[in-house]
């Protein structure tokens, strides 16, 4: 099983400030198969990036995702009101599909 | 609106069963890898369990291999996910998720699609 390792645990910023979250596989992820999910309370999760570094449907480009291999990481540039949630990244290439354990991004 | 809407969910013993329930609609399900995926109250999400689109490939956790059944029926646009033998660490919103593809791939365990969830609670 591939663990998913995401830190910080909780990252405390402010509207405007470039926020970085980093997702760490315990082995390599098949080929770049590494998601990133947005989720705020009370809410489901929201896909933002597949293949490691391709946004979704509608997903502002100011959300960003790079890394290959075991180090992943996901970039908002300039925060937004609306970006303060939970973060999940999750590998989808080999079963079982597992998730990290999330960052909380707060409004500092 | 492309739509999930999961049922079925209660509080039951340790030890029992229930049956969870996901009808879609506006959207070709037959043509869909789906899954269940789970969020223990305050917790992360965990997957539990996918079908390929005929039902040929099944996949499940460790967790609940062996006490979880999924199933689907394409001509009633639903998906199911029978759960017996249950534990308190069972206990959790219990999620039906589309598959995520683009105009030219699917990732059949990456998702976009989203049900609200239904809440499956193990308890004496």
């Known amino acids: 099983e591939i663990v998913l390792t995401q830190s910080p645990g909780t990252l405390s910023l402010s509207p405007g400030e470039r926020a970085t979250l980093s997702c760490r596989a315990s082995?390599?992820?098949?080929?770049?198969?590494l998601a990133w999910y947005q989720q705020k309370p009370g809410q489901v999760p929201r896909l933002l990036i597949y293949?490691?570094?391709s946004r979704a449907t509608g997903i502002p480009d100011r959300f960003s995702g790079s890394g290959s291999g075991t180090d992943f990481t996901l970039t908002i540039s300039r925060l937004e009101p609306e970006d303060f949630a939970v973060y999940y990244c999750q590998q989808y290439g080999s079963s079982p599909y597992t998730f990290g354990q999330g960052t909380k991004l707060e409004i500092k | 609106e492309v739509q999930l809407v999961e049922s079925g969910g209660g509080l039951v013993k340790p030890g029992g069963s229930l049956r969870l329930s996901c009808a879609a609609s506006e959207f070709t399900f037959s043509s869909y890898t789906m899954n269940w995926v789970r969020q223990a109250p305050g917790k992360g999400l965990e997957w539990v369990s996918s079908?390929?689109?005929?039902?040929?490939?099944?996949y499940y956790a460790d967790s609940v291999k062996g006490r979880f059944t999924i199933s689907r029926d394409n001509a009633q646009n639903s998906l199911y996910l029978q759960m017996n033998s249950l534990r308190a660490e069972d206990t959790a919103l219990y999620y039906c998720?589309?598959?995520?593809?683009?105009?030219?791939?699917?990732?059949?365990?990456?998702?976009?699609?989203w049900g609200q969830g239904t809440m499956v609670t193990v308890s004496s």
């Open positions: 998720a589309r598959e995520f593809c683009t105009n030219d791939l699917c990732y059949s365990h990456a998702f976009d699609v």
């Open positions: 082995q390599s992820v098949t080929s770049s198969s």
């Open positions: 293949g490691a570094s």
């Open positions: 079908i390929s689109l005929s039902s040929t490939y099944i």
